[in-house]
């Protein structure tokens, strides 16, 4: 490794002190500056400028500098530290260049400023579903109290049943009355949050037209910044549509749950009559229509209804035909990657283990969602939520089919990635090679988020198999191991 050259005299406190904390994190990465150039494509004069504190480097040149020494030594960046740095960069910055300092200072505000628009919209949708499933609630109940209400009328000579009804519709009233209420409330709080909302759009309006003012005082006739700028923005963009995609995932996940916790509420008795939904009549009508008709109306549901188009696919995909469901993933997948994942994800926690396997055989080969393999992505949704019987059924399958891959696949994906409450009784059931793997991929491939949430799990119900996790952890990165043992311990957690 290449030795960095002593820090000039002549350069400013600010930027020395800058300058002395890069390097500081730049030794723990262990290797020269041209090697680290070439790794993150930067010219390695321009790094040694930035290391030698001649240069003040942009701010994401230092992200990415603390996201290479955390994957290096298996550690996250503490909070303090990236506050301190961040400081220094700031510092720097003010004293090198003022134009350029003023352009950082608004985008960090801009940044803050999206982050708040993006709560403000997120609460705005909370509230806009609490006052719909309000309002249908409202609408149910005074069709109630005119049916209660008519009732009384018809069976004023039955006392007994007749107080009884009066009760009822009381009760009915009442609850009526404070939903009205509940939604009023929600009202205003629906308007607030718009109105926060449209505040915190017009403040990211604002810190735009003054960072494109500020840009470009900062950066005429400076191409070479201009260059440098124009990198940065393009990371920024793909770190946000990243930030976007994650955010539509969750909204995704939460909707379903929603529609998850609503067919699992008891049907109250004598349910009032309802119009079939778009679902509804999909799901009736599935298997008198051939899969590509049907793969484009759960298209079009989706971009109308996806609540309703969830539903229904859930349900398509547990009694739709075998011979023909292969060919319904693949011409989902044709029109949207997205909705055609979900549903062989739906497929695969639904089905029993053989008809599975039965398309993983015929249709292994193919290629879904641009690029990925049905097989591999069958066996992976397979194994994030069913058991170790299963599993290893799914397994002794594919192997007694010469699809030994597919069949070692299992035991990586579970692993990686089966649910912590079933992982749990994986670790129980298996022995052998088998739970080699199992543990060895769990140990490679987890994240640490997971990780820690199984050995706390252990810790409670189980700690031998604490010790066995750690061990396995142990053996394949004891720098990670070390890292978790550190994190437990700070819980009060020890084995």
């Known amino acids: 490794m290449s030795e960095l050259v002593p820090l000039s005299e ?13 390097r500081r994190f730049f030794r723990l990465l262990e290797i020269s500056v041209r090697r680290y150039a070439t790794r993150c494509n930067y010219d390695p004069a321009t790094v040694s400028r930035y290391l030698n504190g001649k240069r003040v480097p942009p701010w994401s040149f230092i992200q990415g500098l ?49 982050k708040e628009h ?6 705005e949708k909370a509230l806009l579903e609490a006052v719909h499933v309000r309002e249908h609630r ?85 191409e070479a ?8 923005a393009l990371r920024e963009a793909a770190e946000a549509k990243s930030t976007v995609d994650r955010l539509r995932e969750e909204l995704e996940e939460l909707r379903r749950e929603k529609e998850a916790k609503s067919t699992s509420t008891p049907t109250p008795p004598e349910p009032a009559p309802k119009e079939p939904t778009q679902g509804d009549i999909l799901i009736d009508s599935a298997q008198e229509l051939s899969t590509n008709v049907l793969a484009a109306e759960l298209v079009k549901l989706n971009f109308l209804d996806e609540i309703d188009e969830y539903r229904a696919s859930t349900e398509i995909s547990r009694v739709y035909p075998l011979a023909q469901l292969g060919e319904l993933v693949l011409e989902i997948d044709k029109i949207s990657n997205s909705i055609g994942r979900t549903f062989l994800l739906l497929i695969c926690a639904q089905r029993p283990t053989e008809d599975i396997f039965t398309l993983i055989e015929n249709y292994g080969p193919h290629t879904i969602a641009d690029h990925s393999n049905f097989a591999e992505n069958a066996v992976n949704w397979f194994t994030r939520r069913r058991t170790w019987a299963e599993i290893k059924s799914m397994a002794e399958l594919l192997a007694n089919a010469g699809l030994t891959e597919l069949a070692k696949q299992c035991f990586l994906d579970t692993g990686a990635a089966q649910a912590n409450h079933n992982f749990v009784e994986t670790l129980r059931e298996s022995s052998g090679i088998e739970r080699e793997i199992v543990l060895q991929s769990m140990a490679q491939n987890r994240s640490d988020e997971k990780l820690l949430e199984l050995l706390s799990e252990l810790h409670r119900s189980d700690s031998p198999l604490l010790s066995t996790v750690m061990a396995a952890m142990e053996k394949v990165n004891a720098k990670r191991a070390k890292g978790l043992s550190r994190t437990l311990s700070t819980l009060g957690v020890s084995w």
Do not use: F, M, W
């Open 66 to 114: 603390l996201t290479e020494v955390a994957e290096h030594r298996g550690l996250p960046i503490q909070p303090g530290a990236l506050e301190v740095i961040r400081k220094l960069h700031r510092s720097a910055l003010q004293a090198s260049n003022r134009h350029l300092y003023e352009v950082q200072i608004l985008q960090d505000k801009l940044a803050e400023a999206d």
């Open 118 to 123: 993006k709560l403000a919209e997120l609460r």
């Open 225 to 232: 910044r201009e260059q440098e700028n124009l990198e940065s």
């Open 138 to 222: 409202i609408s149910k109940l005074e069709l109630e109290t005119l049916e209660l209400n008519s009732s009384l009328l018809e069976e004023r000579e039955n006392s007994t049943n007749l107080q009884k009804r009066i009760d009822n519709a009381h009760s009915t009233e009442e609850e009526l009355t404070k939903l009205k209420e509940e939604v009023r409330e929600l009202k205003e709080q629906l308007d607030r949050a718009q109105e926060l909302s449209e505040q915190a759009e017009a403040r990211c309006e604002e810190l735009e037209q003054k960072l494109r003012e500020a840009e470009e005082a900062a950066n005429s006739g400076r």
């Open 10 to 22: 002549e350069i400013p406190d600010a930027a020395r002190a800058l300058a002395t904390e890069l």
